[in-house]
């Protein structure tokens, strides 16, 4: 009878600890989301030569060395392609109209089209003065960070879950309310 008392006591603790470590983190994430919501939410207007260069990329878009390079290889691939939507301003130059389509896509204006407007990571805007068009890059990036909680149990003990991932590796500690018990890491093998 007191083995399944205190089994209850330590499974109560255990769900306490995992509630307040969950909105704990929860506030943290959304604290650090509307942070980088409203740096990467910025449309950046970058030169056709700087779209070619992972560092500019790197430094204007606010992105990884890797992210940069991705980002790179992908415009140079899709500057073959025909655009997903195509749809015409009126400007002066080519510039002008990067920094209007710019403001449109800052101010949410409902007049462009949808895919113009769509949530991304980053959008870029690369006006192309050879064939007097402005390119609209909306680039999503991998979340490459995660912060996770739990509960495991093990036999009829249950113990708290923390964990942490970086890219494809994931570090995971149990806690049965008072001290660390163990822990495991790790690899993501495939994703898909």
Known sequence: MKMNES???DTVKAVAFAVLAVAIIASITIAIHWDREERRERPVTITQEDAK???KIE???KVTPIESRVITREIQ?????PPAV??????PTVKEAAERAATAIKAN???LPS?????ADRTAIVPNEDKQKVDIYKISLRKAHKIKTGVTYIGDRPYISAGYQAGRWEGTLHFDGSHVKGGSVMYTLCEW
């Open 86 to 91: 195509t749809y015409y301003v009126q400007a």
């Open 115 to 119: 895919a113009a407007i769509a949530k």
């Open 7 to 9: 089994w209850k006591a």
């Open 59 to 61: 430094e204007q878009l």
């Open 53 to 55: 260069d992972p560092k």
């Open 77 to 81: 691939r899709s500057s073959d392609m």
């Open 109 to 111: 204006d409902k007049s």
